[in-house]
């Protein structure tokens, strides 16, 4: 119970972090910390397509799995669609092609958001 509780958490954060890379440009807007974390996450997730690595919390995951002697099949509703959001069954070039596209756009956006905020007389 306690592995596959911990399978499920793995799960859990792994698409959290697949969230903050598509979208934590929104909590880097304000916060300096917030953007290096976030710009250092879009390079590793673009790395990751890449290269063909797998995620730590991949091989945590399937650990904690095989632990809990759980099946491809057995684990609840929530934990299995996660799963299917997260490992998706997608041409390898096209999970590159959104990872860069994501990229793209959130540099983008700090590029604005950097231009804009320079642009602001001082008061």
Same mark, same amino acid.
Not at 52 to 76: D, H
Not at 87 to 108: K, M
């Given at each position: 119970? @306690?592995? /596959? !509780?911990?399978?499920d958490?793995?799960?859990?954060?792994?698409? @959290?972090?697949?969230l903050?890379?598509?979208?934590?440009?929104?909590?880097?807007?304000? =916060?300096?910390?917030?953007?290096?974390?976030?710009?250092?996450?879009?390079?590793?997730?673009?790395? %990751?397509?890449?290269?063909?690595?797998?995620?730590?919390?991949?091989?945590?995951?399937?650990?904690?799995?095989? =632990?809990? +002697?759980? +099946?491809?099949?057995? /684990? +609840?509703?929530i934990?299995?669609? !996660?799963? /299917? %959001?997260?490992?998706?069954?997608?041409?390898?070039?096209?999970?590159?092609?959104? @990872?860069?596209?994501? !990229?793209?756009?959130?540099? +983008?956006?700090?590029?604005y958001?950097?231009?804009?905020? =320079?642009?602001?007389? %001082?008061?």
């Open positions: 119970m @306690a592995y /596959e !509780l911990a399978a958490l793995t799960a859990l954060a792994h698409f @959290a972090f697949i903050f890379v598509i979208f934590g440009a929104l909590l880097g807007r304000r =916060k300096r910390v917030w953007r290096y974390l976030h710009l250092a996450s879009m390079v590793y997730g673009v790395m %990751i397509e890449v290269f063909y690595w797998y995620c730590p919390l991949t091989y945590l995951e399937q650990y904690l799995r095989e =632990k809990a +002697g759980a +099946g491809s099949f057995e /684990e +609840g509703f934990t299995h669609y !996660l799963n /299917e %959001i997260i490992y998706i069954n997608a041409p390898q070039w096209s999970l590159i092609l959104a @990872a860069v596209v994501v !990229l793209v756009i959130n540099v +983008g956006l700090y590029v958001w950097f231009r804009q905020a =320079k642009d602001q007389p %001082i008061q």
